[in-house]
């Protein structure tokens, strides 16, 4: 008896390493990802007006009414309902299930990726699970702060402030980035902002980079490491560049026709840049390494 149990303990990390890499888990993982993705939604729509995220439960912005537990399925409520709210019928944003889709999508590849078949049988289970719970969380706050700032053009303080912090400490269990790379871009994303935006205020006398980029590229090196920060910014400037040039000409051609102020409105313009870091942040997550060895070919 004593043989048998000790064989069916040394099979179960065997079993759970084998789950790991089944579809079953990628699919609870994409399930996972879909329910975190609804309770992002509520913070994006709730934390820049001062409301708490937990409390009330989910309601209807414009009637007031509670949202029902069979109308809060992710993505599936939102079919089935038309994209209306049941009490007052007034339409809802198509961003909620946008937002729960894309989450649940991001988790399958960070557990495919991290913990699942991307890896190899051998990892320790334990390693992978954390590895997962480390970039999935990591992944939905920057979400979180791309859409607050899409909406806001800020990136509040109440998030990138303390998830440094507390990512800089989580990031010591996945074992990817040593603890001096990621302090050396900790400092580094907030100097390299902060610089810029010093120079604009005071050489230029305007505004260029806030703040809060340098926070937001600060936590990415917390977890990512220094090496990160050349490439999300090359990365968000790229892709900065291929979105919002096209639509400030279209702006600017708009303003022409109707006078709105020409070139001096689009002067006056937002461009919130973290977004775009957010992408060059993602893509260096998946994969960092690959953009490494292109740079510097390994000998």
């Known amino acids: 008896m004593p043989e048998d149990r000790a064989r069916h303990v040394d099979a179960d990390p065997d079993l759970i390493a084998s789950f790991l890499s ?23 729509a709730r934390l820049p007006r001062g409301e708490s995220v937990v ?23 939102y079919l ?58 990591f992944t939905g706050t920057l979400l979180v702060l791309a859409l607050i700032d899409l909406d806001t053009k800020r990136l509040p303080d109440v998030i990138t402030i303390p998830g440094t912090v ?20 900790l400092v ?13 205020y005071y050489v230029l006398h305007r505004e260029g980079l806030g703040l809060g980029d340098g926070k937001l590229l600060a936590l990415i090196g917390a977890v990512l490491g220094w090496r990160s920060l050349p490439v999300v910014l090359f990365l968000g400037s790229l892709t900065g560049s291929a979105i919002m040039i096209p639509a400030l000409l279209l702006a600017r051609r708009t303003a022409g026709e109707t006078g709105e102020g020409g070139e ?36």
Request: proline content about 5%; aromatic content about 16%.
């Open 22 to 44: 089944s579809p079953g888990a990628l699919a609870l993982a994409a399930v996972w990802g879909a329910v975190w993705g609804s309770f992002f939604n509520v913070v994006i």
């Open 55 to 77: 409390r009330p439960a989910s309601r209807c912005m414009a009637c007031g009414a509670p949202v029902r537990a069979w109308d809060n399925v992710p993505v599936l409520s």
């Open 80 to 137: 089935w309902l038309r994209g209306r709210c049941r009490a007052c019928g007034v339409r809802f944003s198509v961003r909620y299930p946008l937002v729960e889709l894309l989450t649940a999508l991001l988790s399958a590849a960070i557990f495919w990726r991290f913990a699942g078949a991307g890896l190899e049988a051998s990892e320790v289970v334990a390693v992978r699970l954390g590895r997962f719970a480390l970039y999935f969380a």
């Open 166 to 185: 507390l990512f800089f400490v989580a990031a010591f269990a996945a074992h990817d980035v040593s603890w001096k790379e990621r302090a050396i871009g």
């Open 188 to 200: 580094a994303g907030y100097l390299f902002v902060r610089l810029i935006a010093d120079f604009y």
């Open 264 to 299: 001096s409105s689009l002067r006056r313009i937002q461009i919130p840049f973290g977004p775009f870091l957010v992408v060059g942040a993602l893509v260096y997550l998946f994969a960092g390494a690959q953009i490494w060895a292109a740079i510097i070919p390994p000998d």
